[in-house]
């Protein structure tokens, strides 16, 4: 197995934890914000549960899927975390479609910030190892 395929594992855990997080009452605020950021509903918890057996999948596949899935995956995470960080709403949940830029007044900058930064930084990560790591590791494997 791969340092790709192992990332794609750990990604697979990560997501899975991160919908199991969301179902612990001590990571909910009043208001049901998983750390007091994220409002996060049943198609979040379905977008992320589909994310993880993604990788976890690619990870078993081969080494190759595993590239794919970071590529695409990271792009369209990376695309989501930049898209919210700018106009206030993700792609992934449908808000920018249904609710349209908003403000920079609407949303406090930190908020704003930290609300798209695991976005940013799985995507951004993802991207990495898709496009630069992956030809390491590939170059690696390549018979002599």
Request: glycine share 10%; charged share 10%.
């Amino acid at each position: 197995m791969t340092l790709i395929q192992k990332l794609a594992i750990f990604y697979a855990l990560i997501f899975f934890a991160v919908v199991g997080i969301c179902f612990v009452p001590a990571f909910m605020d009043e208001r049901g914000y998983t750390f007091g950021l994220f409002s996060l509903q049943w198609y979040d918890h379905l977008l992320h549960a589909f994310s993880g057996v993604w990788a976890g999948i690619a990870a078993f596949v081969s080494h190759r899927q595993s590239v794919l899935y970071f590529k695409l995956f990271g792009a369209i995470y990376l695309f989501d975390g930049v898209l919210g960080l700018l106009t206030g709403e993700g792609c992934l949940d449908a808000g920018i479609f249904i609710n349209g830029f908003r403000p920079l007044t609407d949303i406090d900058l930190p908020t704003r910030f930290f609300a798209n930064a695991p976005h940013l930084a799985i995507g951004g990560f993802a991207v990495f190892v898709g496009f630069w790591l992956s030809k390491r590791v590939s170059a690696s494997l390549a018979p002599a």
